[in-house]
């Protein structure tokens, strides 16, 4: 049972276009979903997190929405630069507990 | 920010043979640290969590006698794969949760090929 789906395995962006990555997910119990961004042979890092109280969330360049009676959520970058380009797990979470984590969209931002 | 260091970053063992791998938080305290690993072109899997001083919870289908974990400090956790086999070769990541914040941090992750 894949509680957190990233339908789009890879997305290619224009440089200083919108990148829109997408997010579904299907427990209900999730509190709190984390967007990370990993590039290849390394570990996560932590770009942004939303509440599931809340429907948005900015931080500089980086907005995560939340929709939740569609159990889905997105991640907007704009302007996307090069270095952008990198794989992008979204992660669901509940009691401050483990994670869970969706198959990843490696974004791809061209010059 | 927290930083949290895994050690060794690639290991390359005979199949049969066990490993051990470290995970630090450097300058955190971190009662609860994770266990993943990413298969190429896969998401993230928990393994286990990983608390101090308790034994470690696995996740469904995870083997507790082959994947031992110890978490003997607030500030390091060990994974060691026992009797390793081809197919346990993966990227091992681990992440450690600060005792004061409860923010995730996430290590560099570690190579294993098993030969």
């Known amino acids: 049972d894949q509680q957190v789906k990233q339908n789009s395995p890879s997305l290619s962006v224009q440089e200083g276009r919108i990148s829109i990555l997408n997010c579904d997910y299907t427990?209900?119990?999730?509190?709190?979903f984390l967007w990370y961004k990993k590039y290849p042979a390394e570990g996560p890092t932590f770009l942004i997190s939303i509440s599931s109280i809340k429907d948005k969330n900015e931080d500089g360049r980086f907005t995560v929405f939340l929709n939740k009676s569609a159990k889905h959520l997105s991640l907007h970058i704009v302007p996307s630069q090069p270095g952008d380009s990198a794989v992008y797990f979204c992660a669901g979470a509940w009691g401050a507990q483990k994670l869970v984590f969706g198959q990843g969209t490696r974004l791809t931002i061209n010059p | 920010g927290a930083v949290v260091s895994q050690h060794p970053s690639r290991v390359i063992c005979k199949s049969g043979t066990s490993v051990k791998i470290e995970c630090r938080s450097l300058d955190f305290q971190a009662t609860t640290m994770f266990w993943y690993r990413q298969f190429p072109k896969q998401s993230l899997m928990l393994m286990a969590t990983?608390?101090?001083?308790?034994?470690?919870?696995?996740e469904q289908g995870v083997e507790k006698d082959k994947f031992l974990i110890n978490h003997a400090s607030l500030t390091l956790s060990t994974l060691t794969v026992t009797s390793a086999h081809p197919e346990d070769s993966s990227f091992y990541i681990c992440?450690?949760?600060?005792?004061?914040?409860?923010?995730?941090?996430f290590g560099p992750g570690t190579r294993l090929t098993v030969t």
């Open positions: 427990n209900s119990m999730f509190d709190y």
């Open positions: 992440s450690a949760r600060d005792l004061g914040t409860v923010d995730l941090y």
């Open positions: 990983s608390n101090e001083g308790s034994k470690a919870t696995y």
